[in-house]
């Protein structure tokens, strides 16, 4: 099964993932052994205080991708952005056509968006919804790492009702944030509310670009298909600007007028 990482920054120079061209290359090599064919290059991008252009980042996901053809490491890189989700990123919603830049690969109809992690800005649904309302899919990477939504995990499931993506990170999975998120991801992918993981890669270790590990847990879990679901085919549906495909059937409150009160605690 070959990986597609959505997520990740191991593009060097921008945020605080790869610090050098050695680093960025180690991290290629390390996605590529555990299974990973293709991955977006997504910096932290914050338009009220952002300190690099899309024109920058784009230009130095073509040279990093010249690199790796040059040294032979069979990874495909992709441009994206990870955007803040605040008044700025609003307010450039507003505008027709302007969010068309910020999206996920050359389809450009999805959009990766984050949150702070320790609450969400009181518009966090005006601004998701004006995203939608330019023609993009918003994707909310790692909800399960914000703690007021750890703390109101209903929220999530009605964001998703309401057509917003939820990216879960491998790490989360596997517990390297703690055993609140780690709860709260498996909840998340168990419950169909979330149809994508990846890696939000940061460095070689730690918060690596391997995704094999988060694999054989969503196997051991929900089965095969529903990790070459979540690791393949929907993020080459992102890619390619289609419709996601459910993981792993509909939830029970898409399938009842309300959720199970034995459930209600869960999402």
Same mark, same amino acid.
């Given at each position: 099964?070959?990986?597609?990482?959505?997520?990740?920054?191991?593009?060097?120079?921008?945020?605080?993932?790869?610090?050098?061209? #050695?680093?960025?290359?180690?991290?290629? *090599? /390390?996605?590529?052994? &555990?299974? !990973?064919?293709?991955? +977006?290059?997504?910096?932290?991008?914050?338009?009220?205080?952002?300190?690099?252009?899309?024109?920058?980042?784009?230009?130095?996901?073509?040279?990093?991708?010249?690199?790796?053809?040059?040294?032979?490491?069979?990874?495909?890189?992709?441009?994206?952005?990870?955007?803040?989700?605040?008044?700025?990123?609003?307010?450039?919603?507003?505008?027709?056509?302007?969010?068309?830049?910020?999206?996920?690969?050359?389809?450009?109809?999805?959009?990766?968006?984050?949150?702070?992690?320790?609450?969400?800005?009181? #518009?966090?649904?005006?601004?998701?919804? *004006? /995203?939608?309302?330019? &023609?993009? !899919?918003?994707?909310? +990477?790692?909800?399960?790492?914000?703690?007021?939504?750890?703390?109101?995990?209903?929220?999530?499931?009605?964001?998703?009702?309401?057509?917003?993506?939820?990216?879960?990170?491998?790490?989360?999975?596997?517990?390297?944030?703690?055993?609140?998120?780690?709860?709260?991801?498996?909840?998340?992918?168990?419950?169909?509310?979330?149809?994508?993981?990846?890696?939000?890669?940061?460095?070689?270790?730690?918060?690596?670009?391997?995704?094999?590990?988060?694999?054989?847990?969503?196997?051991?879990?929900?089965? #095969?298909?529903?990790?070459?679901?979540?690791?393949?085919?929907?993020?080459?549906?992102?890619?390619?600007?289609?419709?996601?495909?459910?993981?792993?059937?509909?939830?029970?409150?898409?399938?009842?007028?309300?959720?199970?009160?034995?459930?209600?605690?869960?999402?």
């Amino acid at each position: 099964m070959p990986f597609v990482d959505l997520h990740s920054h191991i593009l060097p120079g921008f945020d605080d993932g790869a610090s050098s061209e #050695a680093e960025f290359l180690e991290m290629a *090599q /390390i996605a590529v052994r &555990g299974g !990973t064919s293709v991955m +977006a290059a997504t910096p932290h991008y914050d338009l009220e205080s952002r300190s690099a252009e899309v024109e920058e980042i784009a230009s130095a996901v073509e040279e990093h991708a010249r690199l790796l053809r040059e040294r032979g490491i069979p990874l495909t890189l992709v441009r994206g952005v990870e955007v803040r989700l605040n008044a700025g990123l609003f307010n450039l919603a507003k505008e027709n056509g302007a969010l068309d830049e910020l999206g996920l690969g050359s389809s450009g109809k999805f959009m990766l968006v984050d949150l702070p992690l320790f609450d969400i800005p009181v #518009a966090t649904n005006d601004i998701l919804f *004006q /995203i939608q309302l330019s &023609g993009l !899919t918003p994707i909310l +990477a790692h909800p399960e790492r914000n703690r007021y939504l750890a703390k109101h995990p209903t929220m999530v499931g009605e964001m998703a009702d309401r057509g917003i993506e939820m990216q879960v990170n491998a790490g989360s999975l596997e517990g390297i944030y703690g055993k609140t998120a780690q709860r709260f991801a498996h909840a998340l992918l168990k419950e169909g509310v979330a149809k994508l993981v990846a890696s939000d890669a940061h460095k070689p270790w730690g918060r690596s670009p391997d995704l094999s590990a988060a694999s054989a847990i969503i196997q051991s879990k929900l089965g #095969a298909e529903a990790a070459r679901i979540m690791l393949e085919l929907n993020p080459n549906h992102v890619l390619a600007g289609e419709h996601l495909k459910e993981t792993v059937g509909f939830r029970l409150r898409r399938r009842k007028a309300a959720p199970s009160p034995t459930r209600r605690g869960s999402l």
